[in-house]
């Protein structure tokens, strides 16, 4: 990624706080390992600042920052290397984990150093996270309530079903009353955060471009399309079917070695679980109304096929058109239709 990088910075970020560690490399030589904590606010990253300039840390390509994604913990440090030019790697935190192999002890500067020794010996092979889009975290954010209301909303709805079915009818009316003004409240909540999702989407051009040709796929709707544009930056990195298959939880792997081990071919359990559930979603309408995925559903199924197996490899089909169109930028062409 970067040929003469020559400091190389990890940072094991929390909630209330920050640890830095640094690694300066002088004519290939690596010096003694810098570190610092400071405060996740503005001002704690004020005093970062005037941290890496005491120790002439340079911004620009001769610097590398490695993170791992904590969710929301880490934007102010994103927000920061965006605005200063820094190049950013956000890792994933499981693969980063097992690239220390056996590793004993853990606290909070541990994992700075491990973070700032990973960049070092990783720094060929890793690629500089995108700057910091305020729009797109916007939408992310949005997505990420809305889901949270639906459950809300559900799970008050299941309450008052259950209730039902134990209570006298005067006392049920009474409940239902009571949680009348919290389930409308939630839905005029739903209302107006998709409201939002749509304003943002129908702001951003590029937003709006992949929007349209997702929407284009057969089976795949706005939920699944804006929430497919939150989770992967926009398709920011590309991925190819394979990579979104994976990381939806939906591309098999076989499980065997030697004359021991004879497992099943089966999906891994490392996945992103609503993506997984959205596209599930999308591969039941399909088998259900449309007419190539219904005729391709029975087939297999007459050939002694598992349901949930069946489901999977239409799930995995959706997953390989979702990143043929974006790679394309092309709609999808439904040429099943078009024969017949």
């Known amino acids: 990624m970067i040929a003469d990088t020559k400091f190389f ?19 290939y030589v690596k010096q003694p390992l810098e570190s610092a904590r400071f405060d996740n606010t503005a001002s704690g990253i004020k005093q970062f600042e005037k941290w890496l300039k ?3 840390v340079t911004f620009g390509e001769d610097s590398l920052v490695v993170i791992e994604n904590t969710g929301i913990y880490h934007r102010l440090i994103w927000a920061f290397c965006s605005k200063k030019h820094l190049p950013l790697h956000i890792g994933n935190a499981a ?7 056996i590793a004993r002890g853990k606290n909070d500067k541990i994992d700075s150093i491990r973070l700032c020794k990973y960049g070092f010996k990783e720094s060929d092979g890793l690629k500089a996270t995108a700057a910091l889009d305020p729009q797109l975290l916007h939408l992310k954010d949005f997505i990420s309530t809305r889901t949270k209301l639906l459950k809300h909303k559900s799970s ?11 209570n006298e009818k005067s006392h049920q009316k009474v409940v239902e009353k009571a949680l009348k003004d919290a389930i409308q409240g939630v839905t005029r909540s739903i ?25 284009s796929i057969p089976g ?3 939920v699944t399309a804006v929430y497919l544009i939150g989770c992967t930056a926009n398709f920011a990195g590309r991925p190819s079917g394979k990579e979104l298959a994976c990381y939806a939880g939906v591309a098999p792997f076989q499980h065997s070695s030697g004359i021991s081990i004879k497992g099943k071919t089966k999906v891994h359990k490392m996945a992103n679980k609503e993506l997984k ?22 087939r297999k199924k007459d050939e002694g096929k598992h349901s949930m197996s069946i489901l999977n490899a239409v799930r995995n089909k959706i997953a390989l058109r979702i990143a043929a169109v974006i790679k394309n930028q092309t709609p999808y062409h439904d040429k099943y239709n078009m024969v017949a």
């Not at 693969?95 to 192999?101: E, L, M, Q, R, T």
């Not at 008050?156 to 134990?166: D, K």
């Not at 955060?193 to 929007?211: G, V």
């Not at 559930?277 to 029975?298: D, G, V």
């Open 54 to 56: 005491a120790h002439k």
């Open 220 to 222: 795949l709707g706005h």
């Open 156 to 166: 008050l709805g299941v309450s008052i079903r259950e209730l039902g079915n134990v």
């Open 191 to 215: 209302k107006n955060i998709e409201d939002q999702i749509k304003k943002i989407i129908s702001e951003n051009q590029d937003f709006k471009r992949n929007h349209g040709f997702l929407l």
């Open 277 to 298: 559930r959205l596209l599930h979603m999308c591969a039941l309408s399909l088998i259900q109304h449309n007419q190539e995925f219904k005729i391709y559903y029975n």
């Open 95 to 101: 693969h980063i984990k097992w690239s220390f192999g």
């Open 9 to 27: 910075i990890g940072i094991d970020v929390s909630k209330p706080c920050f640890d830095v560690s640094l690694m300066s490399v002088i004519s």
